[in-house]
Nanobody, 125 residues
């Protein structure tokens, strides 16, 4: 069984920064691609970023390119999302997710099999 636990969310002013973490249990973290998604009230869950098992490739939604950075520390079984220059439209619950694939870094939610419970990010204007 895989468990994913997000942390690091909170309230921040526009232009500020936050760093989200996702702690993963289980020995397979280091061989799985991982992703971040978010869901705002009344909206569908949307892709934010993803990273290959070794960190060698990443992908980002257009809306966060140049502002967010996804990374991972396989020795610590932890996934990160550094969020800079935050905007009110970034307000959402942020989820980390595991892909059964080593290399999938796409945006399809059905390609991820385990999800965390989410952490709230609120950006005030």
């Amino acid at each position: 069984q895989v468990q994913l636990v997000e942390s690091g969310g909170g309230l921040v002013q526009a232009g500020g920064s936050l760093r989200l973490s996702c702690a993963a249990s289980g020995r397979t973290f280091s061989i799985n691609a991982m992703g971040w998604f978010r869901q705002a009230p009344g909206k569908e869950r949307e892709f934010v970023a993803a990273i290959r098992w070794d960190g060698g490739r990443t992908s980002y939604a257009e809306s966060v390119k140049g502002r967010f950075t996804i990374s991972r520390d396989n020795a610590k079984n932890t996934l990160y999302l550094q969020m800079n220059s935050l905007k009110p439209e970034d307000t959402a619950v942020y989820y980390c997710a595991r892909a059964p694939s080593m290399a999938y870094i796409g945006s399809r939610t059905d390609q991820y099999d385990y999800w965390g419970q989410g952490t709230q990010v609120t950006v005030s204007s």
